[in-house]
């Protein structure tokens, strides 16, 4: 299965940004241990409130193009 992951942080603060590297490690293991197929990594750094959400845009646009079976985010695990 190829899976795309979303993964955001509202700031580009320190603590946000090992925040990321966690998530993106949780992900490799959850998507290891089930021998699935990581497609891409969609990262957006910015407010919920302001912005377009570059990659999220992205994702959306792969997805109508099905480039990948499934979407992964950190609050569904």
């Not at 409130?49 to 992205?58: N, S």
């Not at 792969?62 to 979407?71: E, L, N, P, S, T």
């Amino acid at each position: 299965m190829r899976c795309a992951v979303y993964i955001r942080v509202s700031t580009d603060k320190v603590e946000q940004k090992s925040s990321l590297e966690n998530q993106r490690s949780l992900f490799y293991q959850y998507l290891e241990d089930r021998g699935w197929d990581v497609f891409d990594f969609y990262v957006d750094v910015e407010s919920g409130t302001t912005g377009k959400r570059e990659h999220l845009q992205r994702l959306i646009e792969d997805a109508k193009a099905r480039k990948f079976d499934v979407i992964l985010h950190p609050h569904r695990l």
